[in-house]
């Protein structure tokens, strides 16, 4: 959970009202307005949208249609890196609605990637009626599913305007843009040298965004299409508050989009034979989001001064005098978003008696400037009745308004499991109880917000311990705490309360996007910080189990039954310690695992083959001469990765007890008191994590009929809090995960 990496990320913004759309003629290089109604701007990090920015987000909403009302069906292949990750569908036809002519025009997305190793399925529908001839909507039913709980919009005409079921008021189409299909810049796009600004309807983030249009010079151009020159007129999207610039090809005759370009994600969409898309190849998107560097520091936390040079492509919200904010300096160069420079990063740290009381004095937060980050917002909805309350309840007795931030953060850390992709915005994170970083800095926004404390959500990047260490895409909140403290950082995703370290590189109050290039750490305070603990002595006795012997745990989460994970000692085959497990979660998760060890208990080998979704894919790590090999395998293709590592790490492996049970093992005997440190290897995000497990007392419990005395031992891997009990054996007696309300009990 608290990988502190799990970043995610991209986000939405904070909605504007809908302004009136204007055109203007400008050279190429005129910058765009900055700042228009900075209230009515939000920053962003991993996220900042429903569940998870969709991979797409304008390629779906420049769907594609065709003029004609005929019956009409087309493929569309969505690229990435040059391969087939996903694909569109589009059908077109007339029919009737409540007894009138419509047409009904339906559109699937289906995008396909991996982030962190964890692979992100992305499906999109919609299905629209339109006005037969002028093409204005008459109703909109949309569905969003990116991997957590599916979200929909519907919209109707109604006298008042465009009526979307989601509390906004109606849209007026006369000012703003809602359309399957980019057919409108027929009679409303700007001229060859002019930009058109104006507001258009996103369903998949659920609201509408202000979009610049610019006409492209030349103003006709020839492609080929579905083998067929073609002649196209090339259009500029850029939507600001989501962090998206496209590319739209229209063909010239009839407007219809046949080509689709997001050149920072290097991303295409075209007009295919279906043929082309019956095989969609997942890639992983990592790197798009995520810097390795030549730094490693176990705990992050105790980063106070950070100086590093970073090349970083942002966009163009970002400029060289905004990258200096308090706590942070910046010497370099901005250039249409790409970021070259110098960062000196120190964060201020205050006492938890420091700023105001609470609650704040009347007056103490009037000041104009601190008004938009006091009212609700789309993604930060402070009014919604539930998370006012929770704020309420939780800063009861509170006495100062950073002690408020401190419980507010600490109950998002242990209550919101992280999850990518997550809620999204505050109110979906807070009734999910699910959430990424961008979630989880909006819910505690939202909280502060409600109870009068000002509060924003700023977007960069964040130093993770992964792979060795890198830099990766981040959101954390901001609070204002009085004149005397100004704005205080903080991060409830990675348990930091009332700071943040120096590992964070603000980029933006704004949404941005931090595609990093190189980070280098150039100095860093406290220098013992890349000091690693060394790992504890391990045994090599005889494990705890008898050959042929099998455990039979059960799983619950919230209370509720989930499954059953079992797993068996073959004992010594070639040399290691071979041991066979099985996971099934109804039939919805099903899979079994051979994990090989060494004496010691370190990797020798592991191999998983798992049927979730429909989908049967094998994992395969081999560890030999300081390296592991990962291989993935599944109906969706084949990838292969190889990772320097330390040979004397521990396996890790989702939904694997057996994995935890061998390093509390290999440790040694249990005293009370004892801290042991160890690094375990991730199967799926190839990347080693470090885990201190601390002895404690005994403590009383019943497994089946029997009641037995288990010793506790209380791991934290990277943040991840965990209760294990042991019996005298060895043997793992219970497994309990409160952030994500997860026990599993050994079955008598």
């Given at each position: 959970r608290r990988l502190r990496a799990a970043p995610r990320s991209v986000e939405s913004a904070r909605a504007r009202p809908p302004r009136r759309r204007r055109t203007y003629s400008a050279p190429p290089t005129t910058p765009r307005a900055r700042d228009r109604g900075r209230a009515h701007v939000r920053p962003a990090i991993a996220e900042k949208t429903k569940p998870m920015r969709p991979i797409v987000p304008l390629l779906l909403a420049a769907t594609l249609a065709p003029l004609s009302a005929q019956e009409l069906?087309?493929?569309?292949?969505?690229?990435?890196?040059?391969?087939?990750?996903?694909h569109m569908t589009e059908s077109e036809e007339a029919t009737t609605h409540d007894g009138r002519p419509v047409v009904r025009f339906r559109t699937r997305t289906v995008v396909k990637v991996e982030l962190l190793g964890a692979s992100i399925d992305q499906d999109f529908e919609q299905t629209w009626l339109l006005e037969p001839g002028t093409r204005r909507p008459l109703r909109l039913d949309a569905?969003?599913?990116?991997?957590?709980?599916?979200?929909?919009?519907?919209?109707?005409?109604t006298e008042a305007g465009f009526q979307l079921d989601n509390g906004t008021p109606p849209l007026d189409l006369d000012q703003v843009v809602a359309a399957p299909d980019l057919r409108w810049l027929r009679t409303r796009g700007p001229a060859v040298g002019a930009v058109l600004e104006t507001d258009y309807l996103v369903p998949e983030l659920g609201s509408v965004q202000p979009l610049r249009v610019t006409r492209a010079d030349p103003p006709e151009r020839e492609i080929e299409v579905l083998g067929v020159p073609t002649i196209v007129l090339v259009y500029e999207l850029d939507m600001p508050s989501v962090g998206t610039r496209a590319v739209a090809f229209v063909r010239a005759a009839d407007y219809e989009v046949v080509r689709y370009e997001l050149p920072p994600q290097q991303m295409v969409m075209e007009l295919v034979p279906a043929s082309v898309v019956e095989r969609i190849e997942r890639v992983d998107v990592t790197d798009s989001i995520l810097v390795r560097t030549d730094f490693e520091v176990e705990d992050p936390a105790v980063l106070t001064s950070l100086t590093v040079r970073a090349d970083i492509q942002a966009t163009d919200v970002v400029t060289a005098e905004s990258l200096s904010a308090p706590g942070q300096r910046f010497e370099g160069t901005v250039d249409d978003g790409r970021i070259r420079g110098v960062f000196t990063i120190r964060p201020q740290r205050v006492d938890v008696d420091a700023g105001l009381p609470f609650p704040a004095p009347d007056g103490a937060f009037r000041a104009d400037a601190l008004q938009p980050y006091l009212e609700p917002e789309e993604n930060i909805e402070s009014d919604d009745p539930g998370i006012a309350a929770k704020a309420k309840e939780l800063a009861d007795g509170a006495t100062t308004c950073l002690e408020v931030v401190e419980r507010l953060g600490r109950w998002a850390y242990e209550e919101i499991p992280y999850e990518i992709p997550g809620g999204g915005s505050a109110r979906r994170t807070f009734e999910t109880r699910r959430g990424e970083c961008g979630g989880h800095s909006r819910v505690l926004a939202a909280m502060l917000r409600s109870l009068g404390i000002p509060a924003r959500t700023p977007m960069g990047g964040m130093y993770v311990p992964l792979y060795g260490g890198a830099f990766a895409q981040h959101m954390w909140t901001e609070v204002w705490l009085g004149d005397e403290v100004g704005w205080l950082p903080v991060d409830c995703t990675a348990g930091q309360f009332t700071f943040v370290d120096a590992g964070h590189i603000r980029l933006s109050e704004t949404i941005t996007s931090f595609r990093p290039h190189e980070v280098v750490v150039l100095d860093h305070e406290p220098k013992t910080a890349t000091a690693r603990a060394p790992a504890s002595e391990r045994r090599s006795g005889p494990f705890p189990y008898e050959v042929g012997e099998t455990l039979t745990y059960a799983w619950t989460v919230g209370g509720k039954a989930l499954g059953t994970e079992r797993f068996t000692y073959l004992g010594v085959l070639d040399g290691a310690h071979v041991f066979e497990g099985t996971v099934d979660f109804g039939g919805r998760f099903v899979e079994a695992t051979r994990t090989t060890v060494g004496d010691d208990g370190r990797l020798v080998a592991f191999h998983a083959e798992r049927e979730a979704g429909g989908v049967r894919e094998t994992i395969d790590v081999a560890v030999a001469d300081g390296a592991a090999r990962f291989s993935r395998a599944s109906d969706e293709g084949d990838r292969e990765h190889r990772e320097r590592i330390d040979p004397s790490v521990f396996p890790l492996h989702n939904n694997n007890t057996l994995h935890f049970a061998l390093a509390v093992d290999r440790i040694g005997a249990?005293?009370?008191?004892?801290?042991?440190?160890?690094?375990?290897?991730?199967?799926?995000?190839?990347?080693?994590?470090p885990m201190v497990l601390e002895v404690g007392g005994?403590?009383?419990?019943?497994?089946?009929?029997?009641?037995?005395?288990?010793?506790?031992?209380?791991?934290?891997?990277?943040?991840?809090?965990?209760?294990?009990?042991?019996?005298?054996?060895g043997r793992v007696l219970r497994f309990e995960q409160r952030q994500q309300d997860v026990r599993i009990e050994l079955q008598r």
């Open positions: 069906e087309r493929t569309y292949a969505v690229r990435l890196q040059g391969r087939v990750v996903g569905r969003t599913d990116t991997g957590s709980s599916p979200t929909t919009l519907s919209g109707r005409t249990l005293v009370e008191g004892a801290k042991h440190r160890v690094r375990l290897l991730h199967t799926e995000q190839r990347t080693a994590f005994l403590e009383r419990v019943r497994i089946g009929d029997e009641e037995v005395d288990g010793r506790v031992v209380d791991a934290d891997l990277v943040g991840l809090a965990i209760r294990l009990l042991v019996d005298d054996r």
